[in-house]
């Protein structure tokens, strides 16, 4: 019965193992894309827009 029992967990440990390997499926090289730092233009009040 403990044979059994180890069979079965490792035969759950190495599909487990075999999905979380297969990750999101993406190739190539994982990265953040470059981003520049957001632009904040200041309010204006209605007395400085004219």
Sequence with gaps: M???????????????????MQACGQT????????QPPVYVPKQSPDEEQ
């Design 28 to 35: 190539g090289p994982l990265y953040l894309p470059d981003s």
């Design 2 to 20: 403990i044979a059994v029992v180890m069979r079965v967990n490792t035969l759950l440990f190495l599909v487990s193992l075999a999905v979380f």
